[in-house]
T-cell receptor, first 109, second 113 residues
Framework: GQQVMQIPQYQHVQEGEDFTTYCNSS?????IQWYKQRPGGHPVFLIQ?????EVKKQKRLTFQFGEAKKNSSLHITATQTTDVGTYFC?????????FGTGTSLTVIP | ETGVTQSPTHLIKTRGQQVTLRCSSQ?????VSWYQQALGQGPQFIFQ???????GRGNFPPRFSGLQFPNYSSELNVNALELDDSALYLC????????????FGSGTRLTVV
């Protein structure tokens, strides 16, 4: 079946450092969505990318969709303690919706 | 505009019992999907309803079933509960299936003993 993998699984950074998580799908995605889940919370929608090679920015967050529409990345510039959480990529595949394995971000003050 | 609400928030059931979880979708949303999230794992897609019809299903056995009502609220039913069914069950709604972002509820924490 379709798989959506993310690396790294865990990332610890000092506050102010940058952070990147990479998402790879085994099949082409019509769109890629990113979610953030705080510890003890529920996933919160961040953004959706649809076009091949698309890049979108939200303040310190930069999202990119690969040319082949099989991979994506999320880059956070100058992390803050409020960025702590697990970041998931997700996308539709067939008649299902797949979440990636997630990257857990810890920010050390 | 209200978000997605789920009930109950916590539930303890005995192995072999049946459980019904409920979800009210966000106003204006016609699509509801359900996910199972084990501790430390990503959400696993159970199924999705669009305008009262199931239009997608993940790799879950038939004892996981659901409904969507005319007001687009939804239920998840699980029969013959197993210990491995212990997890956080998340409901999410959207403007349409797959092409829009999903708004998640806070989830129901199910413990099977």
């Amino acid at each position: 079946g379709q798989q959506v993998m993310q690396i790294p699984q865990y990332q610890h950074v000092q506050e102010g450092e940058d952070f990147t998580t990479y998402c790879n799908s085994s099949t082409t995605l019509s769109n890629i969505q990113w979610y953030k889940q705080r510890p003890g919370g529920h996933p919160v929608f961040l953004i959706q990318l649809v076009k091949s090679g698309e890049v979108k920015k939200q303040k310190r967050l930069t999202f990119q969709f690969g040319e082949a529409k099989k991979n994506s990345s999320l880059h956070i510039t100058a992390t803050q303690t409020t960025d702590v959480g697990t970041y998931f990529c997700a996308g539709p595949g067939g008649n299902q919706f797949y979440f990636g394995t997630g990257t857990s971000l810890t920010v050390i003050p | 505009e209200t978000g997605v609400t789920q009930s109950p928030t916590h539930l303890i059931k005995t192995r072999g019992q049946q459980v019904t979880l409920r979800c009210s979708s966000q106003s204006g949303h016609n699509t509801v999907s359900w996910y199972q999230q084990a501790l430390g794992q990503g959400p696993q897609f159970i199924f999705q309803y669009y305008r009262e019809e199931e239009n997608g299903r993940g790799n879950f056995p038939p004892r996981f079933s659901g409904l969507q009502f005319p007001n687009y609220s939804s239920e998840l039913n699980v029969n013959a509960l197993e210990l491995d069914d212990s997890a956080l069950y998340l409901c999410a709604s959207s403007l349409g299936p797959g092409d829009y972002g999903y708004t998640f509820g806070s989830g129901t924490r199910l413990t099977v003993v």
